[in-house]
């Protein structure tokens, strides 16, 4: 394979992943970011965010040389140059969040264009890896004016927790662009991963991962749904799922019900794409109502607590101590971005209740955490304390294998909502812990 010379703009989790996953690849990377702090521990083989694997690729990278950071876009494109291997083709990885009105702010995109485009050698590609409008391709070609730069869309996949796995193993690579030769440089950079690879314009690219990750939260959405009709008429979510997953159009993946769904990419996407279908006039009605059951399944949650804890469906939960296990959005990160956990918690906090949390990615100190809506313990067991109810919100599955009998003890009422179906309710049975699930029948 031949190996090219590669800069990432950004080192979160999609930019991280992408330089130190490529550098595995034999690529040479220089990671950059504004954050100089992030850099150096960068440097020190830190990887600073939580995310399986890619500890080891960054020291891996860094040992073998073909790994650096650098301290902004430019300076990135400076040590390629200096080492006389100019960029070849340079990823944007930098963050594109919800800005009025759910359009995709773009002035991260837009300042990074602004500090390279004087100094991007000819015939590089810049590469748009973050999620953006359809038409941002367009966009930054008019920004660069370079007639001698390519521009590619090549959207990600990657999920939080599992960014390294799903990037070594895709299951599709997608490439698009206006200019063929700079699309065919690009997926030649994952050529040994041997995915699929659909080459096409930059439009059908950018609009690929707004389908799928809507597609996605529909799934869930309608997943939710059905587990609420499932409870209203005594049939079981979990055979459910299983029995329509075996349809290879539906697939197993996806299908479990929760307490909504969150994180740094399907609400966003999921607004994005309404708000564009609404700048051309079309009413996107299935996506409206993915993101309004979402919404509601939050209350829909507190619901089904108020009723466990006061068996009343108008009971008041103020002043009712109840443990929330997991505050991220889900398993594996310790990402708070548009959790769900959090959204329940505000509901249940303005409710009036008093809330304790545990979770294995939060420290009781997190700065990130508002202590006016939860306090947050280092011990499952002492946040169960005197609670009438613990509600399982995030599905780590070290909750599976809590002590539940010490957990009863603890609990002034033993009793779980558990709003992922996680846990063992044999278990909880023997432990007399009363358990509550989502769309499950009593058994
Ligand atoms: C998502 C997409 O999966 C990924 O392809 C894209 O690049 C970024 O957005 P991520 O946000 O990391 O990835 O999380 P994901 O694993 O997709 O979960 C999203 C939300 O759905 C979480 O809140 C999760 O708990 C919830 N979920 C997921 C469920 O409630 N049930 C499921 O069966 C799966």
Known sequence: MFARAVGVIGTGYVGLTTGACLASLGHRVVCADI??????????????IREDGLAELVTEGIASGRLSFAVGAAA?????AAEGTPAEVVFLCVPTPMGVGGVADLSAVEAVIEE???????????V???????????????????????VVSNPEFLREGSAVHDFLHPDRIVVGS????????????YARLGAPTVLTDAASAEM???????????????VNAIAELCERLDADVTDVTEGIGYDRRIGQSFLSPGPGWGGSCLPKDTHALLQVSDSVDFEFRLLRATIDTNIRQYQRMVDKIRLAVTGRRTGSLSRRRIALLGLTFKAGTDDLRNSPALDVAALLRQAGAELVAYDPAVDASDPRIDQNLVLVSDDPYVA????????VLTEWPEFRTLDWSRMAEQMDT?????????????????SAVEWVGLGRRAA
Do not use: H, W
């Open 128 to 150: 748009n890896k973050s999620t953006v409008p359809v038409g941002t391709s367009v966009r930054t070609a008019e920004l660069l004016d370079r007639a001698d730069v390519g």
């Open 76 to 80: 990135a494109l400076a040590e390629l």
């Open 178 to 189: 206006e200019q063929q030769d700079a699309a065919e440089r690009v997926a030649a950079l």
């Open 384 to 391: 169960a304390k005197n609670a009438e109810a613990v509600v």
């Open 208 to 222: 690929i991962k707004y389908a799928a990750n809507c597609f996605l939260a529909m799934k869930l959405s309608y």
């Open 35 to 48: 954050d100089e702090n992030k850099i150096n521990r960068l440097r020190q083989g830190d990887p600073v």
């Open 116 to 126: 390279t485009r004087a100094t991007l050698p000819t015939g590089c590609v810049v």
């Open 414 to 430: 033993p009793r779980v909502i558990d709003t992922r179906n996680l846990l063992d309710r044999d278990v909880l049975r023997r």
